[in-house]
């Protein structure tokens, strides 16, 4: 794939190997929360804004797929454990499971999908998105 532009980006995919449990101790489905997530440090960074769609991608055995939709909230920031994004999360009632997205004709070529040890963040074409979201 080509170096990704702002046009290619519908949402943005921030990938946790814990559970929302786990990263927020308390986050009830349904519920929104505040948070910041570390990201590696990439040129992806500087597409990232404030207001763009993101979503929480749980990796792993339990339960893999989407846990969580929302926005980023500012700007990528730099932390003492590397650059960090600040997000505002709805937990899902019931996570977006991988193995529907693999079955999705569209969503299933999603780079998380394709490359699941790939880089922190991913994205979501707007047709993937889409897709996604018709799942939730």
Do not use: F
């Amino acid at each position: 794939m080509a170096r990704l532009t702002t046009e290619d980006v519908a949402c943005w995919v921030i990938k946790s190997a814990r559970p929302p449990d786990a990263v927020l101790p308390g986050w009830l489905p349904g519920s929104a929360a505040e948070l910041d997530r570390c990201v590696r440090p990439s040129y992806r960074l500087e597409l990232m804004g404030a207001g763009q769609p993101v979503l929480l991608w749980v990796s792993g055995r339990d339960r893999p797929g989407v846990h969580a939709l929302g926005v980023l909230t500012g700007p990528v920031t730099a932390t003492d454990g590397g650059p960090a994004v600040p997000l505002r999360l709805t937990r899902l009632a019931e996570p977006v499971d991988r193995a529907e997205l693999l079955a999705d004709p569209v969503a299933r070529d999603a780079e998380v999908l394709r490359m699941p040890a790939g880089s922190n963040p991913s994205w979501l074409s707007a047709e993937q998105y889409a897709a996604v979201l018709a799942l939730t």
